[in-house]
């Protein structure tokens, strides 16, 4: 039994006695307490370590107090479990010393077994959910197929995405095979996951943004239907799509199987409740960069967001993850003042 279920429920568009709150990245660089475990080992050894990712994935709720963990790891364990090199380099971040460039560099991913190479993720998952002992539910995660093709052609961060855009418009034979292969990876991984102990999941579709629309549809939305279609099968747990930058694409979310749809900061949820509320549950989106503002102002923001949604299927989160020079405090009232002014709403 999970003792605050408020996120369940509120996936569900069940009525609860407040508006539930988890951030994106909670479990990261912004808490001195992360950054004192992340002086003794590397990125990718605090993911690979249970015991220390099943701490960091706590921290924010004993010290933020938020209504769900996340388990802490990264959405790019995928493809280096699929036999990509994968580093995280300072100052340019994740870097794949051999990009997929061509249907030849495709062919050599692997499947992936998640028992195996990916026992680490499902280790922390199991290990979490004894540690939390059913204080809050935990999300497990995997970044959506475009988002992690990209990051696997480009090599590295981009501000172009020309790499990409080039494989999936020269070769898209190539490039529909590889993100229906990654879509079955996720599906085993999410599926994994869930086995483990995780109550709800999330797709984090980064970059879908980058395409127009009817690109989108092409190469991001429709692999994300098919990990919907198939967890939907196989699990009763609760789905959310977030994607990012996409605009007015977010209406073909609509009519997904998932059950929560995540909004950016640069949508106005009294613009979107109308076209959403009854059909699927919402969750968002306040700017991350408000919580440089003083409290005055996050309350304000915080207050616009939470009058256009009401109480009843709504998830309040950040419209992406939250910035590493964030002051702990300035999250903390955020979180706290919802959950007290959503009690009145």
Excluded at 287 to 292: K, M
Aim: proline residues 5%; aromatic residues 8%; contains cysteine.
């Amino acid at each position: 039994m999970i003792k605050n279920d408020l996120i369940i429920r509120a996936c569900k568009r069940e009525k609860t006695e407040r508006t539930p709150i988890w951030v994106m990245r909670q479990a990261g660089r912004y808490l001195p307490e992360y950054r004192a475990i992340r002086d003794k080992v590397s990125f990718l050894d605090l993911c690979k370590s249970p015991e220390l990712a099943a701490e960091v994935t706590i921290q924010p709720v004993d010290i933020i107090g938020v209504d769900a963990a996340i388990i802490f790891s990264d959405i790019l364990v995928i493809p280096e479990a699929m036999g990509m090199k994968l580093s995280i380099e300072e100052g340019t971040g994740p870097v794949f010393s051999k990009p997929i460039r061509t249907e030849a560099d495709a062919n050599t991913l692997m499947k992936i077994d998640p028992s195996d190479k990916l026992k680490y993720v499902l280790d922390a998952v199991s290990l979490t959910k004894r540690e939390l002992n059913g204080r809050v539910p935990i999300i497990g995660f995997s970044g959506s197929p475009f988002t992690l093709l990209t990051y696997m052609v480009e090599g590295k961060g981009s501000k172009s995405f020309s790499n990409i855009k080039r494989f999936i418009f020269q070769q898209s034979t190539a490039a529909h095979k590889t993100l229906d292969f990654l879509s079955d990876n996720i599906i085993d991984y999410l599926s994994a996951k869930i086995s483990a102990g995780a109550d709800l999941v999330q797709i984090f579709d980064t970059w879908g943004g980058i395409l127009s629309p009817h690109h989108y549809e092409e190469f991001s939305l429709r692999y994300m239907e098919k990990i919907v279609n198939e967890l939907k099968v196989k699990t009763d747990k609760p789905v959310i799509l977030f994607s990012k930058g996409i605009g007015p694409s977010y209406e073909k979310l609509i009519n997904t199987q998932a059950d929560v749809i995540g909004f950016d900061w640069t949508i106005e949820f009294s613009s979107v409740v109308n076209k959403v509320a009854g059909k699927k549950a919402i969750q968002g989106n306040l700017d991350p960069t408000v919580l440089y503002a003083s409290e005055k102002t996050i309350s304000e923001e915080a207050d616009k967001i939470l009058n256009a949604v009401g109480s009843t299927g709504h998830i309040f989160n950040l419209g992406h993850g939250i910035h590493p020079d964030t002051e702990p405090a300035k999250l903390k009232f955020l979180v706290n003042y919802v959950k007290e002014k959503s009690k009145r709403l």
